[in-house]
T-cell receptor, first 114, second 115 residues
Framework: EADIYQTPRYLVIGTGKKITLECSQTMGHDKMYWYQQDPGMELHLIHYSYGVNSTEKGDLSSESTVSRIRTEHFPLTLESARPSHTSQYLC?????????????FGNGTRLTVT | KNQVEQSPQSLIILEGKNCTLQCNYTVSPFSNLRWYKQDTGRGPVSLTIMTFSENTKSNGRYTATLDADTKQSSLHITASQLSDSASYICVVSAIKNFGNEKLTFGTGTRLTIIP
């Protein structure tokens, strides 16, 4: 089983609050990703990183930001949460080399903004 | 536009029966096709990855097939178990510039196994 951890698992927060979703992996993977998933819908890439100090925006526009100061840590921050941010956020990682490497996913953070 | 379409959207079968899930894609240039299993409230877990040259790959009771000419894949589950109840997601990878890959996800097939 993949060693990638997300906290918190569930978060209910009021509009306007700042939140940080944590993601850590112990596999030494260089590539890390954040996906957003709504019920019954496909995963959408919102951020990715190919290594320390490397971050890029994904296909889905997001008001969130990410940082990659350490290989194992890839937190996602929302400066001012809104109800439209309510969703499931999935973090994933994979090795840098080999396009045929599977993504290892965490169990997600389900965010509800009231 | 690159797309991945899965069918059926949902499926209910009796425990012990076999089933086949379908995935059609228009993604190019094709690199590989992946099947993931996602239990409710959990992250997806990789089942198989197939490249252009592979047309069948098994992982226990799961067997994936790939026809790169018709751009179709299937996931066959043999002798289903209650623990197979999950969403099964088809993901197609395309190689972009500088060797980076872009993944396109299907919306999944929701499989329910009943005793």
């Amino acid at each position: 089983e993949a060693d990638i951890y997300q906290t918190p698992r569930y978060l209910v927060i009021g509009t306007g609050k700042k939140i940080t979703l944590e993601c850590s992996q112990t596999m030494g993977h260089d590539k890390m990703y954040w996906y957003q998933q709504d019920p019954g819908m496909e995963l959408h890439l919102i951020h990715y990183s190919y290594g320390v100090n490397s971050t890029e925006k994904g296909d889905l526009s997001s008001e969130s930001t990410v940082s990659r100061i350490r290989t194992e840590h890839f937190p996602l921050t929302l400066e001012s949460a809104r109800p439209s941010h309510t969703s499931q956020y999935l973090c994933a990682s994979s090795p840098l080399t080999g396009s045929n490497s599977p993504l290892h996913f965490g169990n997600g953070t389900r965010l509800t903004v009231t | 536009k690159n797309q991945v379409e899965q069918s059926p959207q949902s499926l209910i079968i009796l425990e012990g029966k076999n089933c086949t899930l379908q995935c059609n894609y228009t993604v190019s240039p094709f690199s590989n096709l992946r099947w993931y299993k996602q239990d409710t409230g959990r992250g997806p877990v990789s089942l198989t990855i197939m490249t252009f040259s592979e047309n069948t790959k098994s992982n226990g009771r799961y067997t994936a097939t790939l026809d790169a000419d018709t751009k179709q894949s299937s996931l066959h589950i043999t002798a289903s178990q209650l623990s197979d109840s999950a969403s099964y997601i088809c993901v197609v990878s395309a190689i972009k510039n500088f060797g980076n890959e872009k993944l396109t996800f299907g919306t999944g097939t929701r499989l329910t196994i009943i005793p």
